[in-house]
């Protein structure tokens, strides 16, 4: 209905690209599976070019939209040849974007643990860190779990045990429950 919206493409494609790695997203008994353990050859392709199709059309309205932006990150992630190839700079540059026209603590957030993954985890720490005493982040699980991913890489086990721990008692969901409860096992074996 509105073929020359910049915000139905960018809000299309960023459907398209999340639902493509649908069925990639928990394994066959239906625990979480990170985006960097995902099988990218079980993707679905053909939504991901139909995605960046609609994304770069999207990213030639200015400003360019949130939806627009935040495909163009998925779309990154989609188009990366496995995990470590992904253009973390880049991922990072859109957020920074993305927080200028759309500014939120889950884009900080977002933005910081893409620090951690272009610059390494201790960058990614401070990063988080810097959004501690951030109000709207003071009940989001989510960023405890972040810091506790960057404090493992560091090999800080007992900190990230901390943040594990926190982050387990802000979340309800039993799929990420579950992912967090094997990680914090994971931090207490020698």
Not at 88 to 108: C, D, K, M, Q, T
Request: hydrophobic letters at 45%; aromatic letters at 6%.
């Amino acid at each position: 209905l509105l073929p020359d919206s910049a915000d139905v493409s960018g809000l299309l494609a960023l459907v398209l690209l999340t639902d493509a790695r649908r069925s990639t997203r928990l394994d066959a008994a239906g625990h979480l599976v990170l985006l960097e353990d995902q099988d990218r050859s079980q993707w679905d392709t053909g939504a991901i070019s139909e995605g960046v199709e609609l994304v770069r059309d999207a990213l030639r309205h200015r400003p360019p939209s949130r939806y627009a932006l935040q495909a163009a990150i998925a779309a990154v992630h989609a188009e990366a040849p496995s995990w470590a190839e992904t253009d973390w700079r880049e991922v990072v540059a859109l957020y920074g974007v993305l927080a200028e026209i759309w500014p939120s603590p889950v884009v900080a957030l977002n933005r910081g643990v893409a620090i951690g993954f272009a610059d390494g985890p201790a960058a990614g720490l401070a990063a988080l860190d810097r959004l501690g005493a951030e109000p709207q982040l003071a009940g989001y699980g989510y960023l405890a779990a972040a810091r506790a991913e960057f404090l493992h890489r560091l090999g800080r086990d007992a900190e990230a045990r901390a943040d594990l721990t926190e982050a387990l008692h802000l979340t309800s969901n039993e799929v990420e429950r579950e992912f967090l409860q094997s990680r914090l096992e994971a931090t207490t074996k020698p």
